[in-house]
């Protein structure tokens, strides 16, 4: 265990200044807010959002916990924020260019990303796991499978890092995955245990808070980007073809066993579900249910997992034809408003550079499966956000959203409050 500092960001805080304050934008179905993450020209895409919600002693307003991120940048390494709800500010919390000492070894790739790794326990304590798809300093292209053996040149491995907000501490746990990245975090609250899906190998790993490790082997070729826990005490994702993978802690004497299940996640009735992965999947409101999309038909599911039933919503946006690969827009970030209903942002089919055409927000009633479109997200300033990756809800009944802006390319934290009526999901 290594302390990477006793007060990070306590001298280095990057604030938004007050008088300025965020871009708003007004629309007829609600209010746009935007901030572009400062110094963020070479980390250009917010890819993890968490949430603290507060309120566990005075003064402890909501606030996010950001994943700055660096997709093909060669050499820029990844750094942890803060955002303060209320003051509209962001903190730095850690700049992995110089908390890892891995950092100044050249020609290995950096830790340019917190892929949808970030996550906050019951006791607000936050725990992130550092990825990597930028190529080394010097360098054009990701080789992660060139160099994999390679013992110059491989990744050092996803760290795990655990920042206390009580003693502004950030504390590096040491190499979770070797050689590998992580592309997701989730967190059992009740056991304090995280869990994470492993890049490139795509092994599932169970991780205590301290950084110790069971590694439970490899569960698919590609990386399935939901990963969550549910009430029933398991923890859920899929296998390459959609079949829905429990991990029960507690089963076989307390150790624990990883089991695939005879359900899997929907598809198009043309399709055998080969490659239809979970894209993103969140636990809903009751705790108990999954809503997640698939990869191939952007397939909006609710599932829960004391069924054997998967409800099928089908596509939220566009036409999927038997005649063509699947072009529709990419479901990148969910999450339910206060309203009950849930909140979908889509990227555009290829949409990493596009500046054309934006990331959409759409809100679906999971009781009814209407769906709405609520337009670009940003309103009018829109088109310039083009890539968007996570979502979280505060208490306030803003929705945040994790973005990449092309025009200047750097990453903005985006947000939504509605102005429509209740309509409380019955």
Known sequence: MAILSERVGNTTTLAVQKERGPRIVDVPHGEWRSW???????????????????????????RLYLGLSNEFEPGIHGRLMKFDCENQSFSLLGDMGTVLAEAKQTLRPPHSKFHLGVVVDSDGMVYSATHMTAPPAGEQVHRVFEIYNDGRRWFSGSHLLQYDPRTNQLIDRGIVSPKEGVRILALNPELHELYALTYPRDHFLVISKEGQVRDLGRVGQDNAFGLCWCKDGCTYTTDDDGFFLRYRPKAQGGGGVLERLAIRIPDAPWRDGTGNLVRRMITGPDGFTLYGAGTKGMRIFAWRPDSAEVRDYGPVVGIDRQSEYSHLPSVKALAFGLDGWLYIATVPYSGYARSDSGCELWRLNPRSGLAQSLGLIGGSNGGQFTNCQQAVSSPDGSIYFGMQSADPSSATLVAWRSKLPEGMVQ
């Open 36 to 62: 572009t993450v400062p110094e963020s020209e070479r980390l250009n895409v917010v890819y993890s959002v968490a949430i603290d919600p507060g309120g566990r002693g005075e003064g402890s307003s909501a």
